[in-house]
């Protein structure tokens, strides 16, 4: 192992904010079932995924838990917040994810995890109501509650480290502001309650104030903002995000790189979804759907790079619905109608209508960047983890860089940077003989 990486020993903590929601006691009740040996990891590359180490006649395949040090499953407490007081058990049952039977395995376990008052704000997310959250005199008193929280729960669980990871609800669209700018004006404007300041970056600011690695599992702003991505630097935080890619964005990022390998054209891509969970319900407001739609946009113009290849991308129309649909619940489908081109401009259509399941989706993804923040922060990692773009819809970047979107190449740079963490060479596909002969 790396002698730079601190070594796992001890309890991890997880703090998830929305703890009470699908996706986080989908992936709660999964994660405790996979460590009881009562269920399979299907989706979670930390669990699962190989990693090739060397040169393919090598043959040497290690699984990626056995070649970097990750948490171990069984030493992860987990906790949280939300604007629901239940238990996590109840919580799996109402949201009908899981099957009773599966929730049952684990139902003690589920039945101990119960949520902190959230800090929560319907100015942001218009279509909930909050029944158990803080008060408090401004925005700060309400920060240094989370902060609070944290070490509360670090203390009474007698953890060595924690993670937080934003799972709740998408907040309404914000647009840059000079309270961002940097971290005496974000200081000043969370002092003064600006409506600048969401829910999210409050607890994103208390995760890094108490040296915690903070990951943004939707797409509002959060930690994608200056101040906190220099506080983050400054203090050798790493930070990710954001949206998790679960379903029809994760299809496209497949497929564009596919379009412009073969260098075929593109005139249209019509996206819609239905959706009857929660996070449907939020996406029925119109300032929630403006946040989740700038982050789906975003995906295939960074893939395609039309700048480069006007001929053909450069006037392509792209339109995206979601629709909230209760009686889908989790079950959530897309339509794609893709309207391509081909040799001397001849149109072709891909029709893609995937039936998937929203949180068993989004549960792994939660997994596996839990488990390797917590590495990127023991290893010394700091500021925006960029490799886990894999993961990410809209993926952040460092300033003046471009996103990387093609999910085949991010795949690769999230294995190249586990390889360089260990020691080992990164891989770029050329066999022995071939770079002998370059």
Not at 303 to 317: C, G, N, R, T, V
Request: proline share 5%; charged share 25%; hydrophobic share 40%.
């Amino acid at each position: 192992m790396n002698a730079n990486i601190k070594k796992a020993e001890g309890k991890l903590g997880i703090l998830v904010v929305g703890l009470n929601g699908a996706v986080s006691t989908t992936f709660i009740a999964g994660t405790i079932a996979v460590a009881q040996g009562k269920g399979v990891p299907v989706g979670s590359l930390t669990q699962l995924g190989t990693i090739r180490i060397g040169n393919r006649s090598e043959n040497n395949f290690p699984k990626i838990k056995e070649f970097v040090p990750l948490a171990d499953l069984n030493d992860i407490v987990f906790g949280g917040w939300d604007i629901r007081n239940e238990t996590a058990y109840e919580s799996v049952c109402y949201h009908k994810v899981l099957t009773r039977e599966d929730a049952d395995k684990v139902k003690d376990e589920l039945n101990a995890i119960k949520p902190m008052k959230a800090v929560f704000d319907q100015k942001y997310v218009k279509k909930l109501e909050g029944t158990y959250v803080k008060t408090g005199t401004s925005k700060w008193d309400l920060l240094e509650q989370l902060r609070k929280d944290i070490r509360d729960f670090k203390t009474n669980n007698n953890l060595d480290r924690i993670v937080v990871v934003w799972c709740g609800s998408t907040e309404v669209y914000l647009m840059h502001h000079p309270d961002y700018d940097t971290v005496e004006s974000f200081e000043k404007a969370i002092k003064e309650s600006h409506d600048t300041i969401a829910p999210s970056m409050l607890y994103a600011y208390a995760a890094l104030l108490e040296g915690c690695p903070f990951i943004n599992g939707a797409p509002a702003l959060t930690v994608d903002i200056p101040a906190i991505i220099k506080y983050a630097n400054d203090h050798n935080l790493p930070i990710a995000g954001k949206d998790f890619k679960t379903g029809q964005t994760l299809m496209k990022t497949v497929i564009a790189p596919m379009l412009k390998t073969r260098m075929l054209g593109l005139s249209g891509w019509f996206s819609t979804n239905i959706l009857g969970n929660r996070d449907g319900e939020v996406l029925d407001d119109p300032d929630s759907f403006k946040t989740k739609e700038v982050s789906k946009l975003s995906v295939i113009d960074s893939i395609l790079q039309p700048e480069l290849y006007p001929e053909l991308y450069k006037d392509y129309y792209h339109k995206i619905r979601i629709n909230y649909y209760p009686p889908k619940g989790d079950d959530k489908e897309s339509w794609d109608n893709i309207n391509i081109f081909g040799w001397l401009g001849y149109p072709m259509d891909i029709k893609i209508n995937f039936l998937c399941r929203d949180s068993i989706l989004a549960a792994p993804i939660v997994l596996d960047l839990v488990l390797f923040m917590d590495l990127a922060a023991r290893a010394g990692m700091k500021g925006i983890q960029s490799w886990l773009s894999f993961y990410f819809k809209s993926p952040m970047h460092p300033e003046g860089k471009i996103a990387e979107n093609d999910l085949f190449i991010q795949n690769m740079k999230m294995k190249n940077t586990l390889r360089k963490l260990m020691g080992e060479e990164p891989v770029d596909h050329l066999e022995e003989d071939d770079r002998n002969k370059a």
